[in-house]
């Protein structure tokens, strides 16, 4: 879906991926804006129930800060656990680091008129 709702400096817009097993909204991803639920909980696709998700941001003609600390940036009207403090059912933890103890993260970039 596409959202064009605005946004101004300092708008907090979550995503939360609720996994709890027996929830009324279990299974399902839902958007918050300023700790407002923006839309109904979405259920989400019979092929990526039981698999690994990925944190994943697109946006356009915009600034993301993307947080995974302890606590909501702003608060949501009931109590969850952030990915931080994810239930060891509902992570996959990486595998210890290369030797040299380091990882290698990719940033995709898309830049215009650069045929991206």
Known sequence: ???NGGTTHG????????LEDGSPNGGTVSLFKDGQRMCQPQKLPEGLTGKVLYP???FKSMTAHVHFGP????????????????AN?????????????????????GLPDEGT
Not at 71 to 86: E, K, N, V
């Open 1 to 3: 879906r596409v959202w």
């Open 56 to 58: 994943a941001v697109s």
């Open 71 to 86: 606590q909501a940036l702003a608060p949501l009207p009931f109590t969850c656990h952030m990915i931080s403090d994810a």
């Open 11 to 18: 708008t907090v817009l979550a995503v939360l991926l609720n």
């Open 89 to 109: 059912s509902h992570a996959m933890v990486a595998k210890d680091a290369a030797p040299e103890g380091k990882y290698e993260v990719v940033l995709p970039v």
